[in-house]
């Protein structure tokens, strides 16, 4: 069936009944071309409310503004309420850290947001490759442990990052991958949460993603993924955060996303050719 002009067909235009409408009402039925069009001033005035909600959500976007910074630490401060952040992850605008102490990033704030940016450091440390040779081991945990714990827990990892351990990762005794093969291991933060602060000691929990295996033709440990949580209990420590315990444990994990695995020479190079980075709150 066309339809007219009218927006009817040409068999319904001759069914529809027409009824009087009182002075003021707008007859429902009649064709959109018909209706009386909105005057200038009218249009005028749409086209200014729309000018000024553009002119609200882009300032209301705009990142890294003293508004924008307070508001983000007041949303994640726990301080006067028991010391528990509620506020989930979200940037504050701060600038991120600049020192470095063996190539893990140092000088973290004297506060909530300066602890979770050093836990999701410490994560990003403690999961990557350098942990499965000794010598960049036991630099790495010097650099994030407080001095106590760090002496307490290198012949523990020694032990656990044993040559049969190695092996089994397609590593040699020393932590090196075949010459044709990479080996990965990264951990990348999706979010932290602090679990309880104080002005000398906090508690932080890293939400991660993980990459792990061996990349390379006829590797029989191909790169997976990991999804966990890494709780660190930390300490200030002459004018930074240490930590002085942590655990691990499953989970939260998404489900798996319908995108094809890519070849080993990818994975290779995505990992040489994509650096990690310095995490802030």
């Given at each position: ?25 707008v007859d429902p039925y009649a064709p959109a071309a018909r209706r009386g069009r909105p005057s200038g001033r009218n249009l005028m005035t749409v086209v ?25 630490d007041d949303a994640g401060s726990g301080h006067g309420h028991g010391g528990v952040s509620s506020g989930p992850t979200a940037p504050s605008g701060t ?187």
């Amino acid at each position: 069936m066309s339809l007219g002009d009218d927006g009817y067909g040409e068999d319904d235009r001759h069914h529809v009944t027409r009824t009087r409408l009182p002075e003021g009402e707008v007859d429902p039925y009649a064709p959109a071309a018909r209706r009386g069009r909105p005057s200038g001033r009218n249009l005028m005035t749409v086209v200014g409310v729309v000018v000024l909600l553009i002119a609200a959500i882009a300032f209301a976007n705009r990142g890294g503004g003293d508004s924008t910074s307070d508001s983000s630490d007041d949303a994640g401060s726990g301080h006067g309420h028991g010391g528990v952040s509620s506020g989930p992850t979200a940037p504050s605008g701060t600038k991120p850290v600049e020192g470095k102490t063996g190539g893990i990033a140092s000088g973290f704030a004297h506060s909530e947001q300066g602890a979770q940016s050093a836990a999701a450091n410490f994560a990003v440390a403690l999961g990557g490759d350098g942990m499965f040779k000794a010598e960049s081991r036991h630099a790495i945990v010097d650099s994030v442990y407080a001095a106590d714990a760090a002496a307490r827990l290198k012949a523990p990892q020694d032990q656990a990052y044993s040559a049969d351990f190695l092996k089994k990762l397609g590593l040699d005794a020393s932590g090196n991958p075949p010459k044709d093969k990479t080996f990965i291991s990264r951990t990348i933060p999706v979010g932290t949460k602090v679990e309880a602060y104080a002005s000398e000691s906090a508690k932080v929990s890293v939400w991660y993603t993980g990459l792990i295996g061996m990349a390379g033709t006829g590797s029989t440990d191909p790169v997976r993924t990991t999804w966990k949580t890494w709780t660190f209990d930390m300490k200030w420590v002459d004018g930074d955060w240490k930590v002085v315990a942590d655990d691990q444990k499953d989970g939260p994990a998404p489900v798996s996303g319908d995108v094809p695995a890519s070849s080993s020479d990818d994975i290779t190079n995505a990992v040489k050719e994509y650096g990690g980075f310095t995490y802030a709150r």
